[in-house]
Nanobody, 127 residues
Framework: QVQLVESGGGLVQPGGSLRLSCAAS????????MGWYRQAPEKQRELVAVITRGGSSNYSDSAKARFTISRDNAKNTVYLQMNSLKLEDTAVYYC?????????????????????WGQGTPVTVSS
């Protein structure tokens, strides 16, 4: 019932910039943390950046000073601005979010948290 859709990936030259977007849709009460991960060929998926609902963020060492994560809570959307891209940034970038749903149960409300992933958007840095 909840879907994350990424966009903004593509081919860019070294030193260039890209802005990734990820929009959540479906039955959503609220969204806790949202983040970006990436997976390069033959490597494990790794965290790039994560942001809380309140706006606190953390970055991997490789992303610090070059990437900026932000979110628009009203639009259930998270962004990743990537600057000074390097060859080693080439990967499929995945959006992740902890989505909270609310279900009426016998006069009360049951809240559930789901860990949701997007389908990924490829980023290729090449000259």
């Amino acid at each position: 019932q909840v879907q994350l859709v990424e966009s903004g990936g593509g081919l860019v030259q070294p030193g260039g910039s890209l802005r990734l977007s990820c929009a959540a849709s479906g039955t959503i009460f609220s969204i806790n943390h949202m983040g970006w991960y990436r997976q390069a060929p033959e490597k494990q998926r790794e965290l790039v950046a994560v942001i809380t609902r309140g706006g606190s963020s953390n970055y991997s060492d490789s992303a610090k000073a070059r990437f900026t994560i932000s979110r628009d809570n009203a639009k259930n959307t998270v962004y990743l601005q990537m600057n000074s891209l390097k060859l080693e940034d080439t990967a499929v970038y995945y959006c992740n979010a902890e989505v909270v749903g609310a279900t009426p149960v016998e006069g009360s409300v049951m809240f559930t948290a789901l860990d949701v992933w997007g389908q990924g958007t490829p980023v290729t840095v090449s000259s």
